[in-house]
């Protein structure tokens, strides 16, 4: 079964620091992994996937994504935080090659709260 | 706005009771998604339906059922309500079925109470 872990429930930095939002991930097969957005009393907003191709992945907001799959890694990175980057991040794994309809569907990690102190 | 629209935005009801959450996907996706987030059991994913088929069954108890209708919107439906199914529940549509390599988009949630 497919699995994601994203280590730390909270993460603080300086605005205009980088920032990184850790998430690995455990597939049998290739995985499709995705960065999701929520700021309070909101819906899940789409940052970025990798599917296949540059390891490296541009999102929305100035938001980049690194794919290692030596590692199983798939870390969120900004080069510069803003103080209303601050939210819930969910990192999201699909296996493409689950061997059935619930196998492939996405599964979240618990989420890191992000927060850009002024 | 993702175009994914839910209603209503909250909802209060007692325990032992039905309710019916309503989700209308984006123009053109086919398939809906919906999720489960409460506190204790983060993001889970319950049902998927695609143009109007069930497609995949996740985390959902025997209490909850869906449908999607021939206008594509679908409805989740919970019963014999139980203090532990306040939650949110959002809903997400996407293009094509789970599998492929499209985005699901979410909409801005229900939060269920359960008094």
């Known amino acids: 079964a497919q699995s994601v872990a994203q280590p730390e429930d909270q993460v603080n930095v300086a605005e205009g620091n980088p920032l990184t939002v850790k998430c690995t991930y455990s597939v049998s097969g290739n995985p499709y992994l995705f960065w999701y957005v929520q700021y309070p009393n909101r819906g899940l907003q789409f940052l970025l996937k990798y599917i296949t191709g540059d390891n490296l992945v541009k999102g929305s907001y100035g938001f980049e994504a690194e794919f290692n799959k030596s590692q199983t890694s798939f870390h969120l990175k900004k080069p510069s935080a803003l103080v209303s980057d601050s939210a819930?991040?969910?990192?999201?794994?699909?296996?493409?090659?689950?061997?059935?309809?619930?196998?492939?569907?996405?599964?979240?990690g618990s989420g890191t709260q992000l927060t850009v102190l002024p | 706005d993702s175009g994914v629209t839910q209603t209503p935005k909250h909802l209060i009801t007692a325990t032992g009771q039905r309710v019916t959450l309503r989700c209308s996907p984006r123009s053109g996706d086919l398939s809906v998604y919906w999720?489960?987030?409460?506190?204790?059991?983060?993001?889970?994913?319950?049902i998927q339906y695609y143009n109007g088929e069930e497609r995949a069954k996740g985390n959902i108890l025997e209490r909850f059922s869906a449908q999607q209708f021939p206008d594509l919107h679908s409805e989740l439906n919970l019963s014999s309500l139980e203090l532990g199914d306040s939650a949110l529940y959002f809903c997400a549509s996407s293009v094509a079925p789970a599998g492929s390599t499209d985005t699901q988009y979410f909409g801005p949630g229900t939060r269920l109470t359960v008094l």
Do not use: H, I, P
């Open chain 2, 35 to 46: 999720y489960q987030q409460s506190l204790d059991q983060g993001l889970q994913f319950l």
């Open chain 1, 88 to 108: 819930l991040y969910f990192c999201a794994v699909r296996d493409f090659q689950g061997s059935s309809g619930s196998a492939r569907q996405l599964t979240f």
